[in-house]
């Protein structure tokens, strides 16, 4: 079984600044996935980023990107040059790459991105 | 990316009686669909697990007699909640898999469940 933590209900940041979401999970597979997953208040689940446990660099798309800690357990989500447009809530995910390949969610960090 | 369509996005209904949310994938094949359940301001709540042309596989504590899931063709599954009651009122979502290994889910916008 998998668990996923997030640790910070709520967290706001100044438009340009940079933020970053904790995320630690726990698993028993070798191989498995991480994400960071956008949901703004229309309620849409957008893929922001992913991680493949097996690579050691650490996955970047333009703003976002994380620090992947894989003996820690740890999945940090850092938001560059913060945009209004960034606040929603964000959820931290796992995924084994066998049998059925469920995704398990974490609680959600809302995110507020102050003019 | 894919696209995932649920429909609908908002459905009220009376206690009693059925309600069917349909998750279609538009430009792919899924094998493998999920259905999630969303209390306010919390997370999602993996519910079952939906494999073409077998049965689903329903998490611990998911009715599987209240919840029906059907997985008929590769582009689509549907979720039937039974004799619906006002604590079924609930955010449900699905998502595909798209891809046999090394996959991405992608997620349908979500059905807004309303008893009465």
């Known amino acids: 079984a998998q668990t996923v933590t997030q640790s910070q209900p709520e967290m706001s940041v100044q438009e340009a600044e940079t933020v970053t979401l904790s995320c630690t999970y726990d698993?028993?597979?070798?191989?498995?996935?991480l994400f960071w997953y956008k949901q703004p208040p229309s309620r849409q689940m957008i893929l922001v980023i992913r991680?493949?446990?097996?690579?050691?660099q650490n996955a970047t798309e333009n703003r976002f990107s994380v620090n992947f800690q894989k003996a820690a357990k740890s999945f940090s989500l850092k938001i560059s040059d913060s945009q209004l447009g960034d606040a929603a809530m964000y959820f931290c995910?796992?995924?084994?790459?066998?049998?059925?390949?469920?995704?398990?969610f974490g609680t959600g960090t809302k995110l507020q991105v102050i003019p | 990316g894919a696209v995932v369509s649920q429909h609908p996005s908002r459905v009220i209904c009376k206690s009693g009686t059925s309600v069917k949310i349909e998750c279609r994938s538009l430009?792919?094949?899924?094998?493998?669909m999920f259905w999630y359940r969303q209390f306010p301001k919390k997370s999602l709540m993996l519910m079952a697990t939906?494999?073409?042309?077998?049965?689903?596989?329903?998490e611990q504590g998911v009715e599987k007699d209240k919840f029906l899931i059907n997985h008929a063709s590769l582009t689509l599954s549907t979720l039937t909640v039974t004799s619906a009651h006002p604590e079924d009122s609930s955010f449900y979502i699905c998502?595909?898999?798209?891809?046999?290994?090394?996959?991405?889910?992608?997620f349908g916008q979500g059905t807004r469940l309303t008893v009465v």
């Open positions: 998502s595909a898999l798209k891809g046999q290994k090394n996959t991405e889910a992608f």
């Open positions: 939906s494999n073409e042309g077998s049965k689903a596989t329903y």
């Open positions: 991680q493949e446990a097996y690579k050691q």
């Open positions: 698993t028993s597979e070798s191989d498995y996935y």
């Open positions: 430009d792919f094949q899924a094998t493998t």
């Open positions: 995910a796992s995924r084994d790459s066998g049998g059925y390949q469920k995704v398990t």
